[in-house]
């Protein structure tokens, strides 16, 4: 049986009339909060999600059919990680696309960049293979000068096959050196401009060599200063690469790129975690990323941002050794100073934070590079 509508709304009578409105009232007053909180939860969960969106960057060097060594990963267990991305779900995507990803604010799910540094000879001969047999995109970081320098390097033939089924290029140098070192009998002009040759020439040789633009460089060693991160900017490169071992947010800046090395001998569940971890928020980190440091006493750590970690799994590191820290809960700094008896060493330290997350229990890493000059 049909409601006859003509006649409930027909009804003549000012009580009704009155009570009607009412109850229009209330519906519109429900019609609207439910719209209201659902966009207010909406924004919440998208601002939250953005946070936590996290991509790693991984980083090889040299494979092999025998046993894995530190820069050195057999070739069955590289092709568990890749197939391990595959299972998962995970968008494998190229730098370039990172890079327009981070442009817009905008990436596919679960993220993952592959890039492999120095060029040698097994990354044609071996996991070239296994990233065309799952279609992984990679992006390759070359030193010009070790192509076709022996049977373990690269030939620009190989390269240029490669980049034409889904590699990139990227610059590694010319000769791999630690940028920061000075060479015998030079001075601040002698070493510039040889600084300037290695990040300015390997690109105009890369091009030159593959016939398209060079948009990345990756410091060796990891290591760098402001000065050489503006040289680097300033050769007209759109994304940098270093080597502090921390995953990537939507806020990352694309001339700070952080990428996880993956060493021959760790374990697949240390795969796993890397993919896993999540950065800590920090309000501060001293001294800054990329510093040239003179003193050897100097205060090292950070003002942690949340409370999303559990204290007691707090972990810092200095150049790979742990460090014993002061952490204050109520500023949540954590902080350690060298022992007046032992000095910093002059050299580049990565500087790693560490703990785990309270809810997840998945890693949370801030990552960092100091030098003492
Ligand atoms: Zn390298």
Known sequence: MFLNQENLYSLP????????????FIVVLIVTSVIFYHSIFLITNNAV??????????????????????????????????????????????????????????????????????????????????LRKFNFPATLFIYTNFI???????????????????????????????????????????????????????????????????????????????????????AGYEGILNANSMNNTLNTHLFSLNRQIIFGQSSFNSFIRILNQRPFNTSQIFPYDGIIENNQFVKIGAILEDDNYDAKTLSMKLGGAKVKFNFNPKNREISFTPDSLKPLIKKSYIVNITALDKNSQHQRKISWLITIK
Not at 180 to 206: D, G, P, Q
């Open 13 to 24: 009578a000012k009580k009704n009339i009155s009570l009607f409105i009412f109850r229009l």
């Open 49 to 130: 999600y953005a946070e936590e969106i996290i991509i790693p960057i991984l980083d090889y060097h040299n494979f092999t059919t025998e046993e894995s060594s530190s820069y050195k990963i057999n070739i069955i267990e590289f092709e568990k990680q890749m197939g391990y991305l595959a299972a998962h779900n995970y968008s494998v995507i190229s730098l370039s696309e990172l890079l327009a990803g981070l442009r817009a604010g905008q990436l596919p799910p679960k993220p993952i960049v592959i890039t492999i540094d120095d060029g040698y000879k097994s990354t044609y001969t071996l996991a070239y293979p296994v």
């Open 148 to 234: 076709e320098k022996n049977n373990g390097s690269l030939t620009w033939e190989e390269i240029r096959e490669m980049t034409s089924h889904n590699i990139e290029i990227g610059s590694h140098t010319l000769s791999h050196c630690n940028l920061l070192k000075y060479k015998k009998n030079e001075n601040y002009e002698t070493y510039l401009a040889r600084i300037r040759r290695e990040v300015f020439l390997s690109k105009e040789i890369l091009e030159s060599k593959i016939g398209s633009k060079v948009k990345f460089f990756a410091y060796p060693y990891g290591v760098y200063s402001p000065i050489i991160k503006n040289l680097v900017i300033q």
